[in-house]
């Protein structure tokens, strides 16, 4: 097999910077998405918003609340990319790392489908996501926290939608490296 393109997600300022502006979207569409959500499980699970109060001691615990869940799930997104690496390739090799802002896991050397590497990316996404939406009825006293914490994700994953986005155009037949700057596709 030969390697017929390179999708460098660290390296390219330009993308770095269009995918920003995508995140931002996705955030403020989730948040927005979110709230039509809390509103049909309010009617569903008849419970109502319970309010925090706004003191600052109140918004000092939310903070650190939401950065500590937010790196949690971090480490999760990227524990659940490395399973799937492993579930479809056991001998592969995984690691994972901090670049650029970024934290990724990879799988240099293993290659993978197309479907294969698109699962591998919206997995994370999916079951996280899906994860915090089923908790908002228990977490009923902390729901803006964890209405912005699954925007916030949902806004993190913009990296996995953009190479899902390319392998989409790429032929089915392609063969898939994960490098810790993007993928490498083979034909």
Known sequence: MKKWKEINLVDDPNTLKRLSRYSLIILIASVIILQVIIGILQAFYQFSKASVPLDIK??????????????????????????????????????????????????????????????????????????????????VPHLALFDILTATHLSTCIGDFYLINQLLKAPKDVKVEDTKKGITLYL
Do not use: W
């Open 58 to 139: 109140h918004i000092f615990i939310e903070l650190i609340s939401f950065v500590v869940l937010f790196m949690m799930i971090l480490i999760i997104h990227e524990a659940i990319h490395g399973f799937f690496f492993k579930l479809f390739d056991p001998n592969a090799t995984v690691k994972f790392g901090y670049q650029t802002g970024m934290v990724y896991a990879s799988s240099p050397g293993s290659r993978y489908t197309r479907t294969q590497i698109i699962v591998i990316a919206l997995m994370p996404c999916l079951i996280i996501t899906l994860t915090l939406i089923a908790l908002f009825p228990i977490v």
